[in-house]
C-alpha cells in the first residue's frame, strides 16, 4: 500500500462526501450553463445591437468604477491602516458595510441620498441643476458604493504589511511624506492595489440590484449586462443563456489572472 | 560642529534621559544591555520620535527643541542612519537605493546614478549595483546600507548593531569601511550591545543603562575604572596587553595568532570574549594553533552559567555552559586544554 493511500484513508469519510458534494453544487450550474447555451446563435446575439450596448454599457462604467475605487479607496485604505484617527474601527465598519448591505437596499439609500428628493440629491438639483437617478453617473455610483470596499480592504492589509523602518530609513535620507509614499510605500502596495483593483471590476461588473434600484433601466444608459440578462430571461432564454457565458468567460479569466500572480496579496490566501 | 543631545523621552516601560555630544569627526558609541534605550536614541535624534524635553543642535542649529516646539523633520536633518535590518528598498535595484537620497534631494537621475557607483566603489560593492536586495547577504546588504547613507555626504550618521547580523568575515570588511570613515569629518554615533565593537570602534564610550548614561570616557577610562555591574562585565571580557607582528600576538608567556585586522605592528591591547574560548579535557584534534594547557583556577556557577577562572600561561576568564563544564570531569584544580579561534581574538592599538 502506498503512503498516499495510507493518509487518504485517515479522513474521515463524512468530510470527503460533504466536501465532493460542495464541488458538485459549484460545478453543475456552470457546466449546465455550458451544455444548453445554444452556440449555433452565439454571433447572433453577440453581435445584436442589444447586447452590444449593454455590453459596451457594462465595460465603461466598470472600469471607470475600478478607476474611481483606487482614487478614492487607496487613501481611504490609508487612513485606516495607518493613521491614528480616532474611531478607525467603527469608520472601517461603516465603509465596508455596503458589501454586506443586500444591494437592493444600498440602492435604496442611494435613492434617500442622492435621489431627486433625496438629502444631498435635492440641493444638486436647486443649486446645480444636477439629477443624478437614473442616469449613466448613477450606473458608476452604484457600482462604486457596493464595489469599493473589495479594494480598502485589500489595500488596506496591503499598507499594514509594508509598514516597516524602510519608510523610515527614507525619510532620514531627506525624502518627504509624500515623496515616501509615492516611491516607497505604493510600490510596496502595487500588488494588494491590483488585487483589490480587479475583485472590484469584478464586483461592478455583475452588479444588479444597487444599478436597477438607483440607476434604473434604459437601454444604453443604464442597462447593464447583469440588467440585459435578466430581461433576456423572460423574453428568450438562449439569449440569456449566452450573454451568461459571455459573463462566465470574463469571470473565469479573471480568477485565473488572479490565482496566477496576485493571489497572495488578497487576505492571506494561497 | 557638534552634535549636542539632552533629552527625555519615555518609551513604554523606558524613561530614555541622556545628555552627551558628539564632535565632528568623532566616533562614540552608546553601549547598553538590550532593552536600555539605544534605539529609541537613535529614532530621538533621527527625528522619527520627537524629545518630550529638552533639545537636540547640530553646529548651534536646533533640531528639537521641546520647550520652544521647534521640530526638523527627518528629511530636514544632515544625517544619515543605519538601520539594524538595513531598510533596504525591496523593489529597487542596490543602485536606486543608494541613489534614494539624492533623488529625494532633487538631484538628476544619471548624476546620481554616477555619485551611486562612485560611492559604491569606495565600500566595496561596485559589482552589486544591479542586485536586487533580496539576492544580497547580510555583509553585502550592510554595505549596500553603509553606500547609500554615504552618497548623501551626511554631517551625522547613525548606526543601530552594525555588527549584531555579519558573520565573520563580513565583520572583518565592515571594520575596515568603519575604520576607513574614521578620518572624515562627519559626527558618528554607533549605538551597540556588544562591548568589544564599542572597545574596538570607537573614540568615546557612552555607556547606558535603563534608559540613563551611567558613565562617558574613552575605552581605556571606561575599561580602567567601570562604574557599574554592566561595565565591570566589559572587564570581564578580558583585556590582555601584548604585542602585535603580522598576525602573530605575543603575550609574554605564549603566543596567539589572530584574525583580520586593521591595526598595525606594536603594543596592542588584544580582547577575548569569555564565550570565546572553548574547553577540552584532551587536547583537541585539527586546530593546531591557539590551544594551551593551563589550570582552573576557581570556578563560579551562577544564573545557568558557568565561569571559569583560568590559570597561567594566560589568566582569562572563561564562560561554558554547565552541561560542557561537566563533560570536561576535571578536579576544581585540574589540568585543562584551551583553545580560541584566531577570529574572535579583537585587537585594537595600545
Redesign the interface.
Known amino acids: 500500500m502506498s503512503r498516499q493511500q495510507r493518509h487518504d484513508a485517515r479522513v474521515p469519510i463524512i468530510l470527503v462526501v460533504l466536501g465532493w458534494l460542495a464541488v458538485a453544487f459549484f460545478v453543475v450550474p456552470i457546466l449546465a450553463l455550458v451544455l444548453r447555451v445554444p452556440w449555433s446563435s452565439l454571433s447572433d446575439v453577440i453581435t445584436d445591437d442589444a447586447t452590444a450596448e449593454a455590453l459596451t454599457l457594462s465595460v465603461f462604467t466598470s472600469v471607470i468604477t475600478t478607476v474611481l475605487a483606487i482614487v478614492l479607496g487607496v487613501p481611504l485604505a490609508w487612513l485606516l491602516a495607518r493613521s491614528n484617527i480616532p474611531g478607525r474601527q467603527f469608520i472601517r465598519a461603516l465603509c465596508t458595510l455596503s458589501m454586506v448591505l443586500p444591494p437592493v437596499v444600498a440602492g435604496v439609500a442611494l435613492l434617500a441620498s442622492l435621489g431627486r428628493r433625496g438629502v444631498v440629491g435635492e440641493i444638486l438639483d436647486d443649486w446645480l441643476g444636477v439629477r443624478l437617478p437614473f442616469t449613466m453617473p448613477a450606473v458608476v455610483i452604484a457600482q462604486l458604493f457596493v464595489a469599493m470596499p473589495f479594494l480598502v480592504l485589500t489595500v488596506e492589509s496591503g499598507f499594514a504589511r509594508s509598514a516597516g523602518t524602510v519608510e523610515e530609513a527614507a525619510r532620514t535620507l531627506g525624502a518627504s511624506p509624500w515623496y515616501v509614499f509615492t516611491r516607497v510605500t505604493l510600490p510596496a502596495t502595487q500588488p494588494a492595489i491590483i488585487a483589490g483593483a480587479v475583485l472590484t471590476w469584478a464586483r461592478a461588473l455583475g452588479e444588479f440590484g444597487a444599478t436597477i434600484t438607483f440607476a434604473g433601466n434604459f437601454p444604453g444608459t443604464t442597462r447593464t449586462l447583469p440588467i440585459a440578462t435578466y430581461l433576456a430571461l423572460e423574453s428568450d432564454i438562449d439569449d440569456a443563456l449566452l450573454i451568461s457565458m459571455v459573463m462566465v468567460v470574463i469571470s473565469v479569466v479573471i480568477l485565473v489572472a488572479l490565482r496566477s500572480r496576485w493571489v497572495g496579496a488578497i487576505g492571506g490566501v494561497r | 560642529m557638534s552634535l549636542s543631545i539632552d533629552v527625555r523621552r519615555r518609551i513604554g516601560a523606558t524613561q530614555l534621559d541622556v545628555q552627551f555630544s558628539v564632535v565632528a569627526g568623532e566616533t562614540v558609541a552608546v553601549v547598553g544591555p538590550n532593552g536600555a534605550g539605544k534605539t529609541s536614541l537613535l529614532r530621538v535624534v533621527?527625528?522619527?520620535i520627537s524629545a518630550d524635553e529638552g533639545r537636540i543642535t547640530w553646529g548651534g542649529v536646533v533640531w528639537d527643541d521641546a520647550s520652544s516646539g521647534e521640530f526638523s523633520?527627518?528629511?530636514q536633518?544632515p544625517?544619515?542612519?543605519v538601520?539594524q535590518?538595513y531598510?533596504?528598498?525591496?523593489?529597487l535595484t542596490v543602485g536606486d537605493n543608494v541613489a534614494?537620497?539624492l533623488r529625494?534631494?532633487g538631484v538628476r537621475r544619471r548624476r546620481a546614478r554616477e555619485r551611486a557607483q562612485e560611492v559604491l566603489d569606495v565600500v566595496g560593492g561596485r559589482d552589486l549595483l544591479e542586485r536586487m536586495p533580496s539576492s544580497l547577504s547580510g555583509g553585502e546588504a550592510q554595505t549596500v546600507a553603509i553606500a547609500?547613507?554615504l552618497a548623501?555626504e551626511p554631517s551625522v550618521m547613525?548606526f543601530d548593531e552594525p555588527f549584531a547580523a555579519l558573520d565573520a568575515s563580513a565583520r572583518a570588511h565592515a571594520r575596515r569601511l568603519f575604520s576607513s570613515m574614521s578620518s572624515s569629518s562627519m559626527a558618528r554615533l554607533i549605538v551597540t550591545h556588544d562591548a568589544v565593537e564599542a572597545l574596538t570602534l570607537a573614540d568615546r564610550i557612552v555607556v547606558v543603562e535603563s534608559g540613563s548614561v551611567v558613565q562617558i570616557g574613552t575605552p581605556g577610562e571606561v575599561i580602567a575604572t567601570p562604574r557599574t555591574h554592566f561595565v565591570a562585565e566589559i572587564l570581564g571580557l578580558n583585556p590582555l596587553p601584548g604585542r602585535l607582528r603580522g598576525d602573530e600576538l605575543s603575550l609574554g608567556a605564549m603566543s596567539l595568532t589572530v584574525g583580520a585586522h586593521g591595526v598595525g605592528d606594536g603594543d596592542v591591547i588584544a580582547i577575548v570574549r569569555p564565550r570565546s574560548v572553548s574547553l577540552h579535557r584532551e587536547r583537541p584534534e585539527g586546530s593546531p594553533r591557539n590551544v594551551w594547557r593551563t589550570t582552573i583556577d576557581a570556578v563560579d556557577r551562577s544564573d545557568g552559567r558557568v565561569r571559569v577562572q583560568l590559570g597561567a600561561p594566560i589568566p582569562i576568564a572563561v564562560e561554558v555552559t554547565p552541561a560542557g563544564f561537566d563533560a570536561l570531569a576535571t578536579e576544581p584544580d585540574g589540568d585543562v586544554w584551551a583553545s580560541v579561534k584566531a577570529s574572535e581574538i579583537v585587537v585594537q592599538p595600545a
Open positions: 533621527a527625528g522619527l523633520p527627518p528629511e536633518r544625517l544619515a542612519y538601520f535590518d531598510a533596504l528598498i525591496e523593489h534614494f537620497g529625494a534631494r547609500r547613507a548623501t547613525l
